[in-house]
């Protein structure tokens, strides 16, 4: 769909959907609730406004496009998984919320798409919000923690903030994409916000020592190299994007080793493990393991989906580790979890889906050159890659999160010439 002239709109419904989408994400740091609420105040101000129309036909355009009945069978096939599971509501709402989320996305796609205004100042929103709650949460890590509890309602406590903004950092993979667009796109002003915006959430995330966000950027860095050689002119800059990936991914794994050696391998019982526990965690290979053991037994449709942790025996206290169950919650691999909970029908359905949208946005990129196409591709590679060691891939807000970033880089695209994205 051809994007109407750039203008100036007043703020109506139709602006107010914009700065909400744009806040919806960074507001994670404020909590998920926060992050919930105000995707859904978008999403109704989107339905009440006169985008709607447009949005609801794009939708359709989508469902009826190869990759939307690719994602339908997707859906499907994960439905018949939920229904054959021991809990089949459970694993039903898991299934078909993704649907739903996947729709929502393509709503606010379609809105954004509508006017250049309306995705520019949901970007912009992003970059401020982004400053501010990081800003938030690096001045609570270190020198004011009272401003987080008293948030929590908790009262002033002094206690040190550990862990708590590790779920926020790992939004570095889904948000930095986006502020490279404003980096390349906007103003002076904006450009130093944006790249403010990048080293923020590069220092809560080295706070945190969120090392699947870093495996998540990794990702990204490869994905960056790879992508480059499909355009003739930049195929020297991909091998020096290349070159730079393989010495920042060795000094990961140095880091890793002298870092985590020693107390890695003081607290992991023995065992035949299969990748070094100064590398990977024991307790995560703990996991993967019991739960491949899960996939062979139900190795076609699997147990359902996010219903691994009712699994007998998933409730055990772990070897080494006595605090933690087998399956704390969820297998912190998107890869297993999938195969263990979907079996290998949906799990290779979903595969091949990524492989194709993946193949799709690259021959895109390789086009155009967009830098808004090659943000959509590094959020949905930075999104897989630390999938492998973080969140259930059910997690509705990681979920959403997704489909949210991909919806706003992929309106930023300057050249369109239809609503279909694949």
């Known amino acids: ?165 590790k779920s926020y950092s790992a939004l570095i993979v889904l948000v930095t994409p986006l502020l490279l667009i404003g980096l390349w796109r906007f103003n002076n002003l904006w450009r130093i916000g944006s790249a403010v915006g990048i080293i923020q959430f590069a220092a809560i995330t080295w706070m945190s020592s969120n090392r699947s966000a870093i495996a998540g950027l990794l990702v990204m860095a490869m994905t960056l190299s790879v992508a480059q050689i499909f355009r003739p002119a930049y195929r020297r800059r991909a091998a020096g994007i290349a070159c730079g990936f393989m010495f920042i991914l060795v000094g990961v794994i140095v880091w890793l080793y002298t870092s985590r050696l020693q107390i890695a391998t003081s607290r992991a019982p023995e065992g035949d493990w299969l990748f070094p526990v100064w590398l990977i965690d024991f307790q995560r290979q703990t996991v993967w393991s019991f739960t491949l053991n899960i996939w062979e037994r139900a190795p076609w449709l699997g147990v359902g989906p996010n219903t691994i942790n009712f699994s007998p025996g998933a409730n055990a206290p772990m070897p080494g580790d006595e605090k933690l169950h087998i399956i704390p919650g969820h297998p912190h691999n998107w890869v297993v979890e999938l195969l263990a909970e979907t079996g290998s029908i949906g799990f290779l359905i979903l595969v091949a889906a990524i492989g194709c949208i993946s193949y799709l946005w690259i021959r895109w990129y390789a086009r155009s050159g967009d830098i808004a196409v090659m943000s959509a591709l590094l959020i949905f590679a930075g999104y897989w890659g630390s999938g492998l060691f973080n969140f259930s891939y059910w997690a509705a807000w990681w979920q959403f999160s997704l489909f949210m970033a991909c919806a706003i880089a992929l309106s930023h695209v300057q050249e369109t010439k239809s609503q279909s994205v694949v």
């Open 1 to 165: 769909m051809d994007r109407l002239p750039t203008t100036a709109p007043s703020f109506d419904t139709t602006m107010t959907f914009a700065v909400l989408t744009g806040l919806a994400i960074p507001n994670l740091v404020f909590g998920r609730a926060v992050f919930a609420i105000t995707a859904s105040l978008a999403l109704l101000a989107l339905l009440i406004s006169p985008l709607r129309t447009n949005s609801w036909s794009a939708l359709v355009c989508q469902a009826r496009s190869p990759i939307g009945l690719f994602i339908g069978l997707i859906i499907l096939s994960w439905s018949v998984s939920a229904l054959a599971s021991e809990f089949p509501i459970r694993a039903l709402e898991a299934s078909l919320r993704t649907g739903i989320f996947l729709g929502a996305a393509v709503l606010f796609y379609a809105a954004l798409l509508e006017d250049r205004a309306l995705a520019t100042r949901c970007l912009k929103t992003l970059v401020v919000l982004t400053i501010v709650g990081t800003s938030f949460a690096l001045i609570a890590s270190t020198v004011l923690p009272e401003i987080y509890w008293a948030l929590r309602f908790k009262g002033l406590r002094t206690t040190p903030l550990q862990t708590e903004f």
